[in-house]
């Protein structure tokens, strides 16, 4: 059982497989539509990428979130997964449960030398009905976190499609219920933060959900010091 999409390159039991060679995946209009597809047939996605791809933050979430995989196949053909390291023996294999026996890639061993400090931020906001709330505060704070002030875009994918402001997201987000709404949020070079922003419905309101990450520059840099954060 498969679904018709121009991104899918094979099927499997129960998953799609979508291949790419591109250094950055993210989560662009086509990948997007794909995940949701392959949600509503019931299906997974693996997406199968050379070792040098890396995945945007938006787009790891929303694969998450579907519960696919991302799978990694080296020059010599071996596969793993492409977020643990752990060495697979086909595309299916990446859905069974680890096991502490599985090899592991002796490079996601390894303790970098970091180049970048990150917060890693999350929250969950409840707002009463109210026909002043403005979604999107939550991620201002978080962008004060790091050398930035607020983020600088906005949209469904990547690239995002809009500037950055509370009034329009929360106009968007209005638009989509009772259905859930799921926003891409990034900055720039001045304010570096990736994540999403996704508002639902709920019996006494509204809740405004937030995940993502954001930089605060190298180590060495003042305000990359958590003693000095506000």
Known sequence: MGIEHPLVDGTGAGYVVSETVGRLVALTPMRADLVVQAAAAGLR???????SSRLTEPFRQVLDAADGRWVVRSGDGALRDGSTGTSLLGLADGFRSPRTTDAVD???LEVPRPEQVQFVVSASIRHRPDAGTRLGRAWETFAALGPGTTP?????????????????????????M??????????????PLAGSLTARRTEHGMEEVVSGLVGLGAPAATRSDARTMP
Do not use: C, I, M, N
């Open 106 to 108: 002796p490079r996601y």
């Open 45 to 51: 996605v693996v997406f199968l990428t050379p070792d």
């Open 152 to 176: 600088s875009g906005w949209g469904s994918h990547e690239p995002v499609e809009a500037d950055w402001d509370k009034d329009t997201l929360t106009a968007a987000a209005r638009a989509r």
């Open 178 to 191: 009772p259905q859930d709404a799921r926003f891409v949020v990034v900055g720039d070079e001045r304010t």
